[in-house]
């Protein structure tokens, strides 16, 4: 639809007896992508403990997690603390035992591996592990692509608009981008424990069709054309 507006044209100075009328239309374009997710980050967290009244430390669970973590093939620079400034967390326990934690964060790339990891962190009893947030390693470069569709959008919805009346869409005169909706771009996802029994038993029956729920990004960009 077309819209006619009067609009005030100044040159140099104020002039208040020329007043032009310009004709314009306004659209509004809207595009989506959805992504599969390819970075998952788990958060696991490690704590002092004892069993059959021995203590397991940190230091032993540690290796045996980053010894896990290289037997599939997971690059150890993915795997880090998760709070650079607090190595050591000091954890109250019964009889005034004053035990200790670290909670770590590794990166997968998808879903397989995450069904491996959650293997073997049950392997080694590691209970406290779930996923804090996932995302996609070209999301600049993804959002960026969905606003060039949504402008493009816009363009070819005046186009064809004007079209249909015998008129053409002239430069634009504004352009704004509404407050677009990315979902899935570093959510927090709890993972609850039937999540991670399913991927598992997944896994197990070696199905290799296992995805995340995908990334959705939108874009909305209004923009106000002149009419030729």
């Known amino acids: 639809m077309a819209f006619f507006s009067t609009t ?3 040159f140099g100075q104020i002039n208040t007896t020329k007043i ?22 788990i958060r ?15 230091e032993e669970q540690e290796e045996k997690l980053k010894n896990a973590v290289k037997s599939l093939d997971i690059d150890l620079s993915n795997l880090y603390l998760s709070d650079v400034n607090a190595d050591y967390v000091t954890v109250r326990w019964k009889k005034k ?61 005046a186009d064809y608009l004007l079209t249909a009346i015998g008129e053409q869409t002239g430069k634009p005169l504004i352009i ?7 979902f899935g771009s570093e959510i927090q996802v709890m993972a609850s424990r039937n ?4 991927l598992k038993k997944v896994y197990d029956n070696k199905e290799t069709e296992i995805q995340f729920q995908k990334i959705k990004l939108t874009s909305s960009i209004y923009v106000k054309f002149s009419i030729k």
Do not use: C, W
Not at 44 to 58: C, G, L, T
């Open 20 to 41: 032009e009328e310009l004709p314009y239309i306004e659209v509004i374009g809207m595009a989506e992508k959805e992504v599969i997710p390819d970075e998952i980050f």
């Open 176 to 182: 704004t981008e509404n407050p677009q909706t990315i």
């Open 97 to 157: 035992d004053v035990l200790t934690k670290k909670e770590y964060t590794l990166k997968v790339k998808n879903a397989i591996e995450l069904g491996r990891m959650f293997q073997e962190l049950e392997k080694l009893e590691i209970t406290d592990a779930f996923i804090s947030k996932v995302n996609h390693s070209k999301i600049d470069s993804l959002r960026k692509e969905v606003r060039i569709l949504a402008i493009k959008a816009a363009k070819d919805k």
């Open 44 to 58: 696991i967290v490690i704590v002092e403990k004892y069993v059959d009244k021995v203590k397991i430390s940190i």
């Open 195 to 198: 999540v991670v029994s399913s």
């Open 8 to 10: 005030l044209l100044s």
